[in-house]
């Protein structure tokens, strides 16, 4: 940590922001992540879509003009 603080110390203060900007990035994209994560723990937990196993399939593996592999 010292080593990192040391070396942006050096930078201008442009290159700084740059840095700045980036931590930014990416702490939104561990935010997102983590609420993306919650967000699919409680849509798999929930049982707002139990309905869903009660219905009959429409379509079949027959039904498919392409299978991918």
């Known amino acids: 940590m ?3 603080m040391h070396k942006l110390g050096k930078l201008p203060t442009g290159r700084v922001m ?11 994209r561990t935010d997102d992540a983590i609420l993306t994560e919650g967000i699919e723990q409680l849509v798999s937990n929930g049982k707002a879509f139990d309905f869903l196993h009660d219905e009959p399939d429409i379509y079949t593996v027959n039904d498919l003009k392409v299978r991918y592999r």
């Open 2 to 4: 010292e080593k990192t």
């Open 18 to 28: 740059e840095v700045s900007d980036f931590v930014t990035f990416i702490s939104q």
